[in-house]
């Protein structure tokens, strides 16, 4: 494995490939070097790198967030995640910038009604966000809902304004 740490308007950030694919983003981290003892934990074996793969994906996360959106597409190591999860993500990848779903409506459309927890648990568990666009999922009342990576559900609402998502409370 071969990850990249580069700055971004959001903070810095990290992107980890394997040879299946892009495994792991990083978004919204404090320093540099905070993320490299977290790519050290999670990924001993990976090690610094500045391939094809991972210029584009740096390049293709920092023209997101300066609000050009998120123009490239790339193969994903998903190996991590549930069956359903992967499922989850696949029915997610189609909520286009700009757009929302409701946790409950995503387990709808994943074919489990009620299971908007779940869904909750699998968007908690994204290891590759704004590729799997789990900032996108909001709860049924409009309200903003969790998000685990740093900045927490402020840096949620800041992701949702650059996409110019107006539904948010």
């Keep these: 494995m071969k990850y990249i740490i580069f700055q971004t308007p959001f903070g810095v950030a990290a992107a980890v490939i394997s040879p299946k694919g892009l495994r792991r983003v990083f ?3 404090n320093s540099p070097e905070a993320l490299r003892k977290r790519i050290a934990i999670q990924f001993p074996r ?10 584009k994906i740096a390049f293709a ?3 997101y967030f300066k609000g050009q959106g998120l123009k490239a597409v790339f193969a994903m190591d998903l190996r991590w995640a ?8 696949y029915i ?8 929302v779903i409701c946790y409950s409506e995503l387990a709808r459309r994943a074919g489990r009604p009620g299971a908007a927890r779940a869904i909750g648990t699998a968007m ?3 290891q590759i966000p704004i590729f799997i666009p789990c900032h996108r999922v909001i709860k049924q009342n409009g309200q903003i809902g969790g998000f685990s990576a740093p900045g927490g559900a402020n840096l949620k609402k800041k992701l949702l304004r650059l996409e110019s998502t107006d539904i948010i409370k």
């Design 27 to 29: 978004i919204g981290c």
């Design 46 to 55: 990976a090690t610094p790198g500045v391939g094809r793969a991972l210029v």
């Design 61 to 63: 996360l920092n023209s």
């Design 82 to 89: 549930t069956s359903f999860q992967k499922k989850t993500y």
């Design 92 to 99: 997610l990848r189609k909520t286009k910038p700009g757009m």
């Design 124 to 126: 908690s568990k994204n």
